[in-house]
């Protein structure tokens, strides 16, 4: 049978490639206050701390490299109805070939201008003084969901769940809403739940199965037990 399959990614899955999760010891959220570098107040009290950050992130994100579960997931395609809807803001699972996917929380390669709205592609150093190339008004941003935003596709999101068989979250904490809720929707729905991570989540009572580990070992299991 055609699964239809709808995958939360968070920060866990791309830890394996190098890039650096929030909450854990060493977290990015230990070395930077979430109020200052997350928030669009953050952003209008100090736009050149926020955009020096998003820089660095920017930066590490272009040098990374998918890992087999990136991999696994784009494969896993092939044969089943998959939508990945990612919280992370790299773009490591376009870069492994997933086509049906969804950035919730927008995406470090992205501008945006908060006078016109509109959005291109972000240069590798964003600087505050950046007019946007539509309007011309030197209000840009980098394009990322911060605390107190709307997080993008929650319809399509929704609707996906709606019409799911599986829903899988990998390497997310589930403290973060309105992803944290999925799990808690999908099961209201009667949508199997399956949750891959070091550790069980805040949400780990809601899922019916959890399987420890990295998810660079259990994501290409699960694949190749399903494909
Ligand atoms: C591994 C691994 C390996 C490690 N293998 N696993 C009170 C109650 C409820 C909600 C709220 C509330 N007060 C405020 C809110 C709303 C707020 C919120 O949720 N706050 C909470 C802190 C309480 N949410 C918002 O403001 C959101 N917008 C919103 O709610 O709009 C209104 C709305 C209304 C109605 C409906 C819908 C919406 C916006 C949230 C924006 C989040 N933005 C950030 C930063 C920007 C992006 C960026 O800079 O990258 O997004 S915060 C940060 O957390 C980032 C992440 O995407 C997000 C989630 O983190 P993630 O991915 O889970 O990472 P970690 O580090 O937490 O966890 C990593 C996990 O991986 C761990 O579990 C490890 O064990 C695991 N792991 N290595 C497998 N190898």
Redesign the pocket.
Known sequence: MRERIVILT???IS??SGLG????AE?LWAKHRIEDV?TPEGFARDPARVQAFYNMRRAEARTAAPNPAHFALAALEATQDVLIVT???DTLHERAGSQNLLHM?GSLTQAMCTSCQARWEAPLVMEVSDPCPHCGARHTRPD????????YG?EQIDAALQNATIFAAI???G????AAGFVAEARRLGVRTLE????P?AGQPLFDELRIG???ETVPNWVAEIA
């Open positions: 968070g920060a866990g830890a394996e999760t929030f909450r854990d977290g997350a919280q992370n803001v929380h990322i969901v911060w605390f107190g935003e709307m997080p929650l390497g997310t904490s403290t973060v809403y309105p891959f991570n070091l550790e989540s990295p998810a660079s």
